[in-house]
């Protein structure tokens, strides 16, 4: 069957309305390669609407600090609806914009624009964006201002935290039922409200025990659980913790963490026996490791009769209770590999940990225990040094970032003998360039170490580590090559664009993704590519987060790993609902082949993590995952792409 598919960012002929695929291709190929955005100059000003779309989205994705704003003021009265919301969500993206963003505020009158400026004024605006929001709770712009406030709360905004902002979403929120009401209890919960009036913990409490909408009882108990104190809190857990829904119970289980006197840990001793859903059980283990000494006989028999997992989470409880743990002996390899991981990340002995992280023959033991040595407050150098020495190239990019932070000229010679090797990738190496330079710029190094320009030479070229390398160049007498942008290969649009679907074959059933080429062409040829490679044939869902996501993608089943290079990242604003499918990050460009899917909405995802595809069957098995669930196979599914 042949099919023509048309779209915003590729389309099969240039009419007016649409993107000629050479433009589209051009205009990606700025994008992906995060040119200056003055790159983009001839398409912002291009007389064909859908090619200054199409670029505006580029010049968001650069984030390009310099140029970006001024490029998108030129933009921002475009007589175009859709340019102005693009450049709106650009904005967003874009820092120092709020004057732009507050000055088109002011100005704009079609709603979908406004709704994009409200929240781009919670991604960049300040105080003075509190009030504004605020009064645009009860327009049409409701939701958008609700994001926008939460955001800016989020940010920790003067103002934005405050009770009597809480009031007004709190107000707004015993409206006619609309998508804004959740929203309205989304920010609530991520505006990070510290302390409140004794009427807003009790519409708070209302809210929690009593709203319809599942969704909203669960952000207005994160929220609640921030600011109720006294006697009264106890009962209202009581009453939450039975509640029919799975997310609101381990919301609940979380407040209880959050705080838990004597009267409250049966309540979670209470949900142990949660024959519905194993994650507000697990939560409930977890909740127990805050109760003290109170609660340690109950977390005794979940370790000792227990699964791995459930082992795994009483341990940690355990320790987190003060109880006395032998720690090294749940490490040894008679041990199921959870216990072990928990085990490692619970330890305090750091000759223990260091053992562990250079002799495990398990990587996700070693990452554990490299991780918790490294997250020390104060991690030894000697350890530092002894890791970046690791055979494991990533534990060794995670101990010279630590050398980074702490710089010491001892740690010259041992960054410059594992450069030597030969055995690091481009994103280790470039780790390893920012540690020299550091090293370097503490000014104590009169005679480099010997054959330091040499182990640099293969990485001279690497454009993200260009001002480091301008560092070192005078102190190793090197001659850096002439800088060159960075560039991408990207293959042809139709290939990209006949991907259409992910059938993923697990543990827990088919799990079928509708991948979205338009939104984000490089990522899903990416993850495409890789699917047909077998790369994740076999891999384990190595992070599940109850009520949140579940995540794969990593051979290491640890979260360290990836396939050996980094895309860039193609934010847009689809919804973070129920099933969005986003490429995982450890910052900003940083995706390879780890990915999530959301298991409930989570709008502070939106805009900061690439999302690419949404679950279209098998969300009853995503709900399913649990730590260590299989994918036997994925298989990507293709169309023919026709166009001219």
């Known amino acids: 069957m042949l099919i023509a598919l048309t779209c915003t960012l590729a389309l099969a002929s240039p009419t007016l309305d649409e993107v000629s695929l050479d433009v589209a291709q051009a205009i990606w190929q700025v994008e992906m390669a995060r040119l200056p955005g003055t790159a983009l100059t001839a398409w912002l000003r291009d007389p064909n609407p859908a090619v200054r779309r199409r670029a505006v989205v580029a010049l968001g994705r650069l984030r390009d600090a310099d140029r970006g704003p001024a490029l998108l003021r030129d933009l921002a009265a475009d007589p175009d609806p859709g340019v102005r919301r693009e450049v709106a969500f650009a904005a967003g993206q874009t820092p120092d914009t709020a004057k732009l963003l507050l000055d088109r505020w002011a ?24 009030p504004l ?43 006619p039922f609309t998508r804004g009401h959740e929203r309205k209890a989304w920010a609530l919960a991520r505006m990070g409200l510290t302390s409140a009036s004794a009427d807003t ?35 209202t857990l009581g009453r939450l913790v039975e509640d029919p829904d799975a997310g609101v119970r381990i ?23 949660d024959q519905e859903d194993p994650a507000v059980r697990l939560e409930a283990i977890a909740a127990l490791g805050s109760c003290g000494a109170e609660a340690r006989e109950v977390l005794s028999a979940q370790f000792e009769g227990g699964d791995a997992l459930t082992r795994a989470t009483a341990l940690r409880a355990l320790v987190a209770s003060g109880a006395p743990m032998e720690l090294s002996r749940w490490t040894a390899p008679g041990e199921p590999l959870p216990v072990r991981i928990a085990a490692a990340e619970s330890m305090k002995d750091p ?21 918790t040595l490294l997250g020390a407050e104060s991690p030894r150098l000697s350890d530092l040094l002894a890791l970046v020495a690791s055979t494991d190239p990533l534990i060794a990019q995670a101990a010279a970032d630590g050398v980074k932070e702490r710089p010491d000229p001892t740690a010259e010679k041992p960054l410059v003998d594992r ?33 330091a320009a ?80 077998g790369y994740y044939d076999g891999v384990v869902f190595h992070r599940v987060v109850a009520d949140f996501v579940v995540q794969a993608g990593d051979p290491r089943g640890d979260g360290w790993g990836g396939p050996g290079w980094e895309i860039p990242d193609e934010l847009n604003d689809l919804p973070y609902d129920v099933g969005a499918v986003g490429m995982a990050l450890s910052g900003p460009d940083t995706g390879g082949s780890q990915w999530f899917i959301t298991v409930s909405p989570q709008p502070h995802l939106e805009g900061t993590y690439t999302v690419f595809g949404r679950v279209s069957y098998g969300m009853r098995n995503a709900w399913a995952v649990q730590q260590g669930t299989r994918i036997e196979k994925v298989v990507i599914e293709r169309v023919l792409w026709s166009g001219s």
């Open 351 to 371: 000759d223990a940990l260091l053992a562990l992280a250079l002799q495990s023959a398990e990587a996700p033991l070693r990452s554990a225990a490299a991780g």
């Open 419 to 451: 450069l030597a090797r030969g055995d690091l990738g481009a994103p280790e190496a470039a780790t390893f360039v920012r540690a020299l330079a550091a090293v370097y710029a503490t000014g104590t190094i009169t005679r480099p170490a010997p054959g």
């Open 107 to 130: 100005k704009e009158t079609e709603d979908p624009v406004r709704d994009a400026l409200a929240v781009a004024l919670g991604k960049q605006g300040g105080p003075e964006a509190v």
């Open 251 to 273: 919301a609940a289980m979380r407040a209880v963490a959050k705080s838990c006197p004597p009267s409250t840990w049966p309540l979670a001793a209470g949900r142990l026996g």
């Open 201 to 235: 913990v009790a519409r708070l409490e209302q809210v929690a025990l009593l709203d319809p909408v599942a969704t909203v009882r669960a952000w207005a108990v994160r929220a609640w659980a921030g600011v109720a104190s006294g006697p009264a809190r106890a009962a």
């Open 454 to 533: 040499k182990a640099l030479q293969p990485w001279l070229a690497l454009p993200d580590v260009r001002d480091e390398l301008t560092r070192i160049a005078p102190v190793l007498a090197i001659r850096l090559p002439d800088p060159e942008h960075p560039s991408l290969r990207l293959p042809p649009l139709p290939e990209v664009l006949s991907v259409r679907s992910a059938r993923l074959f697990t543990d827990e059933g088919e799990i079928r993704i509708d991948l979205d080429p338009e939104a984000a062409p490089y990522t899903v040829w990416n993850f495409a590519r890789l699917a047909d490679q």
């Open 133 to 175: 929001l605020v009064d645009a709770l009860d327009t049409r712009q409701a939701e958008a201002a609700a994001e926008g406030l939460g955001r800016l709360g989020m940010r920790k905004v003067e103002g934005a935290s405050g009770d009597s902002t809480a009031r007004a979403l709190l107000a707004s929120l015993g409206g």
